[in-house]
């Protein structure tokens, strides 16, 4: 898995309405490509990351000063731009947001979450003419869909690319589970298209390119974008509306064959076995525990690992939530949990 930034590499809901389907049935004409970018590229930006300079007590000489850049979407006209987390690091920088115009405008950190790898930004004096981005629902796209890719590979911005919709993949991002399949396509992605739109033939965005697969440092047709769907979730979040980043403090696994003889369940049983409790964590104060399995969520079955941590984080933190568990060979309990709030 490779990273898509060079060194480093509200949402306002108004205005960004999930596009509920594409006419996938139109003639592909030789002006295809041409009306889909100059419908999607208004909205994506390139984001210029810059680390504050520091100076020597001894000598005034600037000390750090890496840079690097990436990709943004548009998200609202108060100038709010969704990325990547790995496009935002941590510490002090200067962030610049570059319109598909070129015009410039300096931009602050709102938050971001890495176990998604999305992050918010938003101008700090943004124009009046900013066009947000149109979503479309991911549950309306399937493989072999014409798609493409903007963003400013190595540096080179308003950058398209052409391909498919190669299918939809189970994914980790930053060593995280996913809660959600990610997008594959062939649209040729190199370092600098992280944070930038994945779009249909209509411009409306997909997903936001995060990241590729290659032997080297450059694409081979495996790229990957985080659905749009998650996106406007998560950042909605991260920029203050609410809804979610609920954290227990657990961490598990899906339960296999063997796991599912250990604990006398049936062969087709769904369950998820805890596989670490963070010490004083909401999860360990309730009395879970390393070996427990995960039956149920306020009475609904759970499917896998990685959907129960997506529930988790959509809760809001302080809510109440009942565990069906079984502890290997033992009888079956209630455990009442007081979600907590996610970074704590």
Known sequence: MIRLCIALSVMSMAGTPVHAQADNDKPLTRNAYRTAAAAALPSVVTVRVRRVQEYSALDSRPRGGDSGSGSGIIVGADGTVVTNAHVAPDGTYDIVVVLSDSREFRATLVKKAGDTDIAVIRMTEPPADLVPARFRDPATVQPG????????????????????????????????????????????????????????????????????????????????????????????????????????????????????????????????????????????????????????????????????????????????????????????????????????
């Open 145 to 344: 869909e014409i798609v493409i890719a903007i963003g400013t590979p190595l540096g080179l911005n308003n950058t398209v690319t052409q391909g498919i919709v190669s299918a939809f993949r189970p994914a980790r991002l930053g060593g995280n589970p996913y809660p959600h399949r990610v997008i594959q396509t062939d649209a040729a992605i190199n370092p600098g298209n992280s944070g930038g739109a994945l779009a249909d033939l209509d411009g409306a965005v997909l997903g936001m390119n995060s990241y590729i697969r290659s032997g080297g440092s450059g694409s081979i047709g495996l790229g990957f974008a985080i659905p749009a769907d998650i996106v406007q979730i998560v950042a909605g979040q991260l920029a203050g509306a609410g809804g979610g980043q609920g954290w227990i403090g657990l961490v598990g696994q899906d339960a296999d064959t063997a796991l599912r003889r250990a604990f006398r369940l049936p062969e087709d049983a769904r369950c998820v076995a805890t596989t670490t409790v963070e010490p004083g964590s909401p999860a360990a104060q309730a009395g879970l525990k390393q070996g427990d399995c995960i039956m149920t969520l306020d009475g609904q079955d759970v499917q896998d690992a990685d959907s129960f941590q997506w529930t988790i984080r959509n809760l809001e933190p302080g809510a109440q939530i009942t565990l069906s568990v079984i502890a290997p060979g033992g009888a079956a309990r209630e455990v009442q949990v007081t979600v907590g709030k996610r970074g704590e």
